[in-house]
């Protein structure tokens, strides 16, 4: 029975309470008819008034929650709906703007698993046609080794090639497995202890020590002597300072330096990164740490990636309890400084 029905029936059945008990009342009292009628109709008239007056006041209640059903019936459907009237009544206007407030919170949340969810398997197509790539080139190169037709200075050659093929794999392949697992470890804690930076940095430039080589870089160092330790993890801070240098080394060109400095800044261990390269626009400086955002929207291998590291990199810094920041200026390069907590003894 819905509640309009019972309301109808519980003021019918207080009416013919009313006129029957008046109705005994009157015989009992033994008045005359006249005056009769007159009690009689006064108990009616003032029990429908009540009954009326009574039913407009409880209305904006029966038509939230009236609406607040409707509303979320649409919303179990997955058409997300507000209420666009608000009651009167204090308590009912809070419990409207309440709910929507929450409906609100459910459909940007909805909207940002979706983009999510698009974004992932944008990357996962695009990084499973990408990696096509210098997997044939791997499966022709040992072809043409294994017809034993190539010589000495070919073979050299290939051999570079299937050791930059090899290293794109496992860039590819390591963007691919962080696209699975970024949103799990979101909320996961990371351990923090002692780390020195000239110890993590040192392991860094030994990494990109053949690519700094062949393009002739020079990498210059300042205030790393007097750097104390920092708060952190030094797996996540090898992380953090690799992406940055390597994106200044991917867009900068070949023979430019890479500038890195050091210095303390209230109780904060400033690290920045410097290069000369291309720069990037004053409208994408706010973006470039967005998942999958790339100031390079070609998926080239010279400036590959799908714009995960530095998506990456300032999820780290905050879990570290950091702040990372860039600076740039087209055609004179970019800076990016990552600044974290010193370690207190």
Known sequence: MKLKQLLGLIYAGILISIAIGTTIFLKLMYIDARTASYVMSTALISTMLFAIINYFVIKPLLDTIMNLQKASQQ??????????????????????????????????????????????NEMIGNLSHDIKTPVASLIAIGQALSDDILSD????????????????????????????????????????????????????????????????REIMI????????????EDAVYRILYNVIENSLKYSQSGTPIQIGVKVENDMVSMTVADEGQGIPNDELGKIFNRTYRVEKSRNQATGGHGLGLFITKNLVEKLGGKISVQSKIGQGSQFSVALPVYVF
Do not use: C, W
Not at 81 to 102: G, I, Q, V
Not at 158 to 177: C, F, G, K, P
Not at 222 to 233: M, T, V
């Open 75 to 120: 919303n179990a459907a997955g058409h997300y709906t507000t209420l666009k009237k608000y009651p009167f009544a204090t308590e009912l206007a809070a419990l409207t703007k309440d709910y929507n407030t929450m409906v609100d919170q459910i459909t940007q949340q909805v909207e940002e698993l979706k983009q999510s969810e698009k974004e992932k």
């Open 153 to 216: 200075e070919e073979k050299q050659h290939y051999l570079q090639a299937v050791s930059e093929n090899a290293q794109r794999i496992t860039v590819l392949a390591d963007e691919l497995m962080q696209v699975t697992i970024d949103n799990e470890s979101d909320n996961n804690e990371i351990t923090t202890g002692e780390v020195m930076v000239d110890d993590v940095l040192i392991k860094v430039l030994n990494a990109f020590k053949p690519r700094i080589d062949h393009d002739q």
């Open 222 to 233: 300042s205030g790393l002597e007097a750097a104390p330790a920092i708060k952190a993890n």
